[in-house]
């Protein structure tokens, strides 16, 4: 009966346009694409969770971290500051890859999308989650913390220094270093972090080793090659920047743009360099095109060519 009835119906409907049957089959392509229905799944929800608690708690550690580094009595606390960034970072990163990716920055989360290893949907949960996480990590701090020593730090935001200040790194400068800060980041550690065969060869650990290892490196650079007060130097995560700069406002409204159009751009540029990184790595020869003996060989074919030469 029921077969009958749809056969019936099926006659009797009238042909719809084809703009509309276009339409209604593209929508769904969209949705698929951008993959709207982990916004209905219970476990992206769970990760974005995880990725909010994260950088809340990364926040706080990070910039306590950093702060006590500076106030220490140490001849030069910025020789320090790399070495308690690699150590914290990796310490989150072997704990919460397992559970949402370890992304805790919306720059690896721009990057993981531009690359499909995320949806689109997905993406803009974690990227929310990180900039409330961060919000709420330095509300923390903020709350602990010494009214005069938030003031000297500005609660460990990211800063240009004050506007008009000639001490401070011009705009169009910080720019240019947290976008070769950023991509640093990107072309040491998140090279072998998206590599699937020699993730496996090495491990977690070893590639959460990296990854903390390329983001000490790049605070390093940048608070030592520019040695100018009032740059904090370079931010490497649009949300560390903006918890600081909605809670204590001031000076780290300055120059705030490039704290988000640096690394994005970055992310850009690394994601049209890494389409076209070699699929292949290098294949030893053995020795097969070493210098002198290629030298050598030479010399004999020229030697043998002349004696030919000479019996003919």
């Known amino acids: 009966m029921d077969d009958q ?31 709207a229905h982990e916004f209905f ?42 070495f308690a960034v690699f150590i914290i970072v990796f310490l989150f990163l072997i704990v919460i890859v397992p559970l949402s990716g370890g992304h805790m920055n ?6 993981a999308a531009l690359k499909g290893v995320v949806t689109l949907s997905r993406a803009l949960l ?9 919000i709420i990590g330095f509300f923390v701090l903020k709350s ?45 550690g998140l090279t072998l972090a ?40 370079a931010g490497l995560s649009p949300a560390r920047c903006l918890g600081p700069a909605l809670l204590h406002g001031g000076p780290l409204w300055n120059g705030h743009w490039v704290f988000w159009l640096g690394p994005f751009l970055a992310c850009i540029i690394y994601y049209s360099v890494s389409i076209n990184l070699p ?5 030893w020869v053995d020795g097969e095109y070493d210098v002198l003996r290629l030298a050598l060989g030479s010399c004999r074919t020229i030697s043998n060519n002349t004696d030919l030469n000479d019996l003919s």
């Open 5 to 35: 009835f749809s056969t019936v119906h099926s006659h009797s409907r009238e042909p719809m346009p084809r703009g509309l049957v276009h339409e209604k089959s593209s929508e769904p392509k969209f949705l698929a694409y951008i993959g």
């Open 41 to 82: 799944t219970i476990e992206t929800w769970k990760a974005a969770l995880v990725e909010l608690i994260a950088t809340a708690a990364l926040m706080f550690t990070l910039t306590s971290c950093n702060i006590a580094c500076l106030e220490s009595q140490d001849v030069n606390p910025k020789l320090i500051l790399p």
């Open 106 to 111: 919306p720059i690896f989360t721009f990057i």
């Open 126 to 134: 974690y990227v929310s989650a990180q900039c409330i996480g961060s």
């Open 144 to 188: 602990v913390m010494e009214p005069k020593l938030a003031d000297t730090y500005s609660l460990g935001g990211c800063a240009l220094g004050d506007k008009g200040q000639s001490s401070g790194l011009r705009p169009q400068d910080a720019l240019l270093l947290e976008f070769s800060c950023t991509f640093l980041v990107l072309f040491v």
């Open 194 to 233: 998206f590599d699937k065969k020699r993730c496996k060869e090495l491990g977690l650990p070893m590639v959460c080793l990296v990854v903390a290892a390329s983001l000490a490196l790049a605070v390093f650079v940048s608070i030592t090659v520019t040695g100018r007060p009032g740059y904090a130097g």
């Open 279 to 283: 699929k292949k790595g290098l294949n």
